[in-house]
């Protein structure tokens, strides 16, 4: 195996993009009228005393540190000014940009497509400045790179380093003379830093390097020479990928938000264009893909100090440069697939041995790092990313085997795919397509579809097309399981195709799971059975009529509240079973039985809520037997709670709370004088803050009408108790909506 990499490599070594990693250059003074808001035009080449009048109004460079922008003069001294502070009265100023971006396209190996040179800063450098070494975040869509222009202004030192794959570029802008502009640009990735200035005021303009959406960047290059090599080196290697692809990186790290075929940098794009062309000749399937490597470790540098709890640790204050120490984790992933045409494995741990490179992962600047602070008695940690371009390849003849590790999510993306290459003579989609069903089947106790995203649709799809009844028969389990994510229409599909009967027993499982949304569920299926299908199929509807009785005695309809949901709440479910009941009613006019036991289950609890927005509702929005039937029973629940009007407590006196500990007994004791008493509304208590707090929380917790408040006069405070009316106000609330139901429930049944 190690020959055949080492071959692989040799053969892509010769695949070279057009351009290097940087470019660099100088142009002819043209003069940009660039002027700063609150100062006015800038002088070319920058006087020193118009450089510090820019520094007044500009602030601190900051630099990324994980997902924060930090201001750390420790890591970075510089000043800039944003670009919304900028603007160029020179006409002739975008033309100058352009024809340097023009060059810039040539010297990075871009193709002719639209590449924005986006402004991002002003950037000032003073004597002591400096950046310590890094890689520029990508600050935009599309960005892939960064340029620089030099503005001529006396100085020394400030040299840009520019590393990459062992090679390096140091761009010195004080060379140039006060009649040249110098400019130099790189892609994101690479590593960077800038050199302290010794004498006088580094003065840039950045540019963000962006790609209009659509456009390729890279160059294509003639591959069709290697392609067949390369093919060979591939099959070779088939019997070496046993449960997971291989996945062979490239020379350039991405980030996710970027990362895509057209973005692929320098040469990576020539390569990743030969690797794919290969592996279709090979017969393997092939996409790319972000190989992050993670890494979580000892924070080493910076100040450490003890905090103010008495821990000793950084001090998080102070963010100078720190690095890793001792490594406490790593790990390698496939976690972000690209274009390829073909759905994505899912998020793969990768081993040694499925990784091919030339070079060592994990060493370097990161393209993300973030660090850990005080977390109890554990010491401060800091973690590293590096996402690395890869293509991913497989052999086909492996595909069953690895895809048999993938989950659920990830199988039925691919059934997805094969149904859409049904009729692709390259590809077997038939075989391939029940392979991942009976997968599915035997794996599906272990589905949990509970907070599922995904739609089980493809497979009742798939079904159909396959119209195999001894294959759907071994699904019996499975389509009882996701039976909730097939949608209705397919259900009906799939029980007209068949023997209906067949779905007898999967409805009736499904209807004895007790849950109120697999029940709402099979309630629309029933609701979606087309009857003019044939008259056997309208007895089949009507059987599963006759067991709605059956699934809804299992079911508190009456119970509202449901701590775990999953789109619609529990409510809004109740609602939808019973006008789905309603409307089935329909079928059953003449069945008194039916009509009974229906009404029976529904009506068996009648709580408040249950009745008044519940009830009501639903059976005044329909019409029917069943409808009309609920509604006589919510008007005799309503009548016997609106007997007896709620009056306003005689007195104040109010009972005591029962006491559910000796803490509250206590309180309770205290104030007993007081709620006891029918003439005193108000009780002051002059106590120390803990035994304020202390009464407070237990009145807080009881069901009583006082009101607190915390009088911040004198010392110590008063917590002063205040007796109200709240419990007889609310329940007047109540009354009144009752009555105002009833009278709606009253004139919709006449």
């Known amino acids: 195996m190690e020959n055949l990499k080492n071959k692989l490599f040799e053969q892509l070594k010769r695949i070279q993009g057009n351009g290097s990693f940087e470019t660099s250059g100088t142009k002819k003074i043209t003069l940009p009228g660039l002027h700063v808001r609150g100062i006015g035009e800038i002088s070319i080449p920058i006087p020193p005393l118009q450089v510090k009048e820019m520094i007044s109004f500009a602030k601190k460079a900051p630099f990324g540190k994980g997902s924060q922008t930090i201001t ?56 002591g400045d400096f950046f310590l070494a890094h890689k520029d975040s990508e600050k935009e869509p599309g960005m892939f790179g960064t340029l620089i222009i030099g503005l001529p202004s006396t100085h020394t030192g400030g040299e840009l380093i520019i590393q990459f794959d062992g090679k390096e570029k140091i761009i010195d802008f004080s060379a140039s003379n006060s009649y040249q502009l110098p400019y130099v640009a790189f892609f994101a990735d690479c590593d960077h830093e800038i050199k302290p200035i010794r004498s006088g005021y580094r003065v840039a303009l950045v540019y963000n390097l962006v790609k209009s959406a659509g456009s390729q960047i890279i160059n294509q290059s003639k591959i069709s020479a290697q392609v067949d090599e390369m093919a060979m080196l ?59 490597h993670y890494q979580m470790g000892e924070l080493e540098g910076g100040d450490f100090e003890y905090d103010y709890r008495g821990r000793y640790g950084r001090n998080t204050t102070d963010l100078s440069e720190s690095t890793m120490g001792e490594i406490y984790e790593e790990d390698t992933r496939i976690d972000c697939w690209g274009v390829g045409g073909i759905p994505a494995l899912g998020d793969i741990d990768i081993e040694d041995e499925d990784l091919l490179t030339d070079f060592e992962i994990g060493h370097g600047l990161p393209i993300e790092e973030d660090e850990e602070g005080f977390t109890g008695n554990a010491g401060m940690t800091k973690e590293y990313w590096y996402h690395y371009g890869a293509v991913i390849l497989w052999p086909k003849n492996k595909h069953a085997e690895l895809l048999s590790e993938a989950s659920f999510e990830v199988k039925l993306e691919w059934l997805r795919y094969y149904y859409q290459h049904w009729d692709n003579s390259d590809i077997n989609s038939v075989e391939l397509s029940k392979q991942i069903i009976i997968q599915l089947a035997e794996e599906a106790e272990y589905i949990n579809t509970r907070f599922c995203s995904t739609d089980f649709d493809i497979v009742a799809i798939v079904l159909s097309k396959l119209d195999d009844p001894m294959l759907l028969d071994e699904c019996k389990d499975l389509l009882t399981t996701v039976f909730r994510w097939i949608s209705p229409a397919n259900w009906d599909a799939l029980a007209q195709q068949f023997e209906f009967q067949l779905f007898t027993s999967i409805f009736d499982r499904v209807g004895k799971k007790n849950d109120v949304y697999e029940v709402n569920h099979l309630l629309g299926v029933i609701i979606c059975l087309n009857p003019s299908y044939s008259t056997a199929f309208v007895e089949f509807i009507l059987q599963q009529i006759d067991r709605v009785p059956i699934y809804l005695n299992r079911i508190e309809l009456s119970k509202l509240e449901d701590r775990y949901t999953d789109g619609d709440t529990r409510k809004e479910t109740i609602i939808s079973i019973l006008e789905k009941i309603i409307l089935l009613s329909s079928y059953k006019k003449q069945d008194s039985d039916w009509m009974d036991a229906m009404l029976k289950i529904i009506t068996k609890s009648q709580p408040r809520d249950y009745v008044n927005n519940v009830l009501a509702p639903v059976s005044m929005k329909q019409k029917g037997i069943l409808s009309d039937k609920i509604k006589q029973v919510c008007v005799s629940n309503l009548n016997e709670r609106i007997l007896i009007k709620p009056t306003p407590p005689p007195t104040w006196e109010r009972s005591i709370p029962k006491a559910n500990s000796k803490q509250e007994a206590e309180v309770w004791n205290i104030l007993g004088p007081f709620l006891e008493s029918a003439d005193i509304q108000v009780f002051e208590y002059k106590k120390a803050q803990a035994y304020r707090s202390e009464m407070e929380g237990v009145i807080r917790r009881a069901i009583i009408d006082l009101e607190v408040e915390t009088i911040s006069k004198g010392s110590p405070h008063i917590l002063r108790l205040t007796k109200t009316q709240a419990a007889y106000k609310q329940a007047l609330k109540k009354w009144k909506k009752d009555v105002a139901i009833l009278e709606m429930l009253n004139a919709n049944l006449h």
């Open 72 to 127: 750390d003069t420790t890591v970075r001294s510089a000043w800039e000014v944003d670009a919304d502070q900028l603007s160029f009265h020179n006409d002739d100023w975008a033309d100058f940009l352009n024809n340097i971006v023009k060059e810039v396209k040539e010297g990075l190996g871009i193709e002719t497509n639209e590449v924005i040179a986006s402004l991002y800063k002003l950037l000032i450098y003073e004597e």
């Open 234 to 292: 591939l099959k070779s290697m088939s019997d070496a990928i046993v449960s997971k692809p291989k996945a062979i990186l490239l020379e350039h790290q991405y980030t996710p938000a970027n990362f895509s075929f057209d973005s692929l940098k320098h040469h990576d794009r020539p390569r990743a264009e030969l690797l794919l062309e290969a592996a279709k000749k090979a017969d393997y399937f092939a996409t790319l893909g972000l190989v992050t």
